[in-house]
């Protein structure tokens, strides 16, 4: 990160027709920003969200109230626009992808959706390896892929999210292994699992962990056992973005357990990074209580699909206006505070 760059953001703001840090953590996320862009003077924000979809073997194990057919049918309702990401999506004015990386259906046809599809889903995790060596490498070029696409469209706020039947089992055992914890601590209802769903869920995962012995400093031999396509290709996303410095905003569990990959891979990352909103899950509370972060939101979500990721974006959009468009003490010819400090 530009530190000197990150100085001259915070300085400018204290010339702003304000009190002094008045707008509080938004001043700190907007001299965040700059110093990622380089730039105190970027056109205006624009947010690009990618969403990655993919099914998961272990559905297998009852650890998901619908059936895998939904991850195809959901992708059909983003591609007519008829889910919450997409409504999010077009009140924010963000630019929406939709990408195939494993679903275990035929998206052929589907119009809005890009086909970049590894294989029909992972591997039962609870029966054997999840993944191949060359399907973690391919899900990882997918994801650095629309960090380009972000790139060269001057999408400069960038959004992961996501969709697959049992995602999070997958992402709760990734989290279970880096932090580690047991899944006790990460495992939530997910999309509306009961007590019983949850128990069975937190057992299954306890079981591949003792299987596999996942390395928790290894994100390849992790997602190789326990990973998902969904999640692999979200990690070359948002290492891609920051290596464009492109600020990357986090959604919820699925998004956060990739943000723990992808430090594994570049440590520097954690500069580049916001958490767009608390969530429900207690595996997405857990990180950030490890990462002492501070989330722009904490509405209780546990949607997924980048919903709270793109709202939280929308803030910083507002954010980085005020930053622009607001007049300085100067130029209005108001006193500031500085103005009437003792001498």
Not at 94 to 108: E, K, M, N, R, S
Not at 136 to 145: I, S
Not at 171 to 182: F, T
Request: charged share 25%; net charge neutral.
């Amino acid at each position: 990160m530009n530190e000197i760059l990150l100085s001259k953001a915070k300085e400018k703001w204290l010339h702003k027709t304000k009190p002094a840090f008045s707008l509080g953590y938004l001043e700190e996320v907007i001299a965040r920003c700059c110093a990622i862009w380089e730039s105190l003077d970027v056109p205006d924000v624009h947010v690009g969200a990618v969403l990655f979809a993919a099914d998961h073997g272990v559905i297998e194990e009852g650890v998901s109230s619908y059936p895998k057919s939904v991850t195809l049918e959901m992708m059909k309702n983003f591609a007519l626009g008829g889910a919450c990401i997409n409504v999010f999506a077009r009140s924010t004015n963000a630019d929406l992808f939709l990408v195939d990386v494993g679903i275990d259906g035929y998206t052929d046809g589907i119009k809005k959706v890009y086909i970049h599809k590894i294989r029909h889903g992972t591997a039962n995790f609870l029966k054997g390896r999840a993944l191949e060596k060359s399907d973690v490498r391919k899900a990882l070029e997918v994801g650095d892929k629309y960090a380009s696409i972000l790139s060269d469209k001057h999408l400069n706020l960038g959004v992961g999210g996501d969709m697959g039947i049992g995602n999070t089992t997958s992402a709760s055992a990734i989290i279970s292994c880096i932090l580690s914890q047991d899944p006790a601590n990460t495992v939530g209802p997910g999309a509306g699992m009961d007590k019983a769903g949850q128990k069975r869920k937190i057992d299954v995962i306890r079981k591949a962990l003792e299987l596999h012995k996942p390395d928790p400093k290894d994100p390849e031999d992790i997602l190789k056992k326990i990973g998902g396509l969904e999640i692999t290709a979200m990690v070359g996303f948002y290492t891609g973005l920051k290596n464009r410095h492109i600020p990357i905003i986090l959604d919820g569990l699925i998004s956060k357990s990739a943000f723990l990959l992808a430090r594994l891979i570049d440590p520097n990352l954690d500069h580049f990074v916001f958490f767009g909103h608390q969530g429900k899950e207690p595996g997405s509370r857990l990180i950030i209580e490890r990462m002492k972060a501070r989330p722009l939101l904490a509405l209780d979500m546990a949607l997924g699909e980048g919903t709270g990721a793109i709202l939280a974006a929308d803030l910083i959009r507002h954010a980085y206006r005020a930053f622009v468009q607001m007049a300085t003490f100067e130029d209005a010819n108001i006193s500031s505070d500085k103005d009437h400090r003792p001498k």
